[in-house]
């Protein structure tokens, strides 16, 4: 079935992917090889301190957010923000699908699923 819209929910353990229509949902969820590698500040070491961004886990991301025409990327913190980068340089036919970035905490898939189709409804309106 198409679906025209895709909202992602993305922290570094796991990326919820919520592909819907007016009546269908279709859900995926996308997890790092390496869940161990998340970003924390590490005192004592050389550089930032923070682990490397797993290039792998946000293409897998990207991927299953294909087909989509308009794609919405929440999270709590700041994977969501390196995903967007991420698909701006490597995933470039996602960027006009973007259609924005909000932070919302560690809802359900259906509280997900009830915020996208709120979000998309007002965005349509605006149209």
Same mark, same amino acid.
Do not use: C, N
């Given at each position: 079935?198409?679906?025209h ?12 992917v919520?592909?819907f229509?007016?009546?269908d949902?279709?859900?995926?969820v996308? &997890?790092?090889?390496?869940?161990? #590698?998340?970003?924390h500040? !590490?005192?004592?070491t050389?550089?930032?301190g923070?682990a490397? =961004? %797993? ?17 919405l990327?929440?999270?709590p913190a700041?994977?969501?923000l &390196?995903?967007?980068k991420?698909? #701006?340089?490597?995933?470039? !036919?996602l960027?006009?699908k973007?259609?924005g970035?909000?932070? =919302? %905490? ?5 509280q997900l699923?009830?915020?996208?189709r709120?979000y998309?409804?007002a ?5």
């Amino acid at each position: 079935m198409s679906h025209h819209h895709a909202l992602v929910w993305i922290d570094h353990v796991q990326a919820h992917v919520i592909h819907f229509s007016p009546d269908d949902v279709e859900q995926f969820v996308v &997890q790092p090889h390496h869940p161990h #590698h998340k970003v924390h500040s !590490t005192a004592g070491t050389l550089g930032d301190g923070r682990a490397p =961004v %797993d290039k792998d886990y946000f293409h897998r991301v990207a991927q299953a957010l294909l087909g989509a025409e308009e794609i919405l990327v929440v999270g709590p913190a700041q994977a969501k923000l &390196q995903l967007v980068k991420h698909i #701006h340089a490597h995933e470039v !036919t996602l960027v006009p699908k973007l259609i924005g970035v909000e932070t =919302v %905490d560690h809802p359900s898939d259906a509280q997900l699923v009830a915020y996208a189709r709120k979000y998309f409804r007002a965005k349509d309106r605006m149209l």
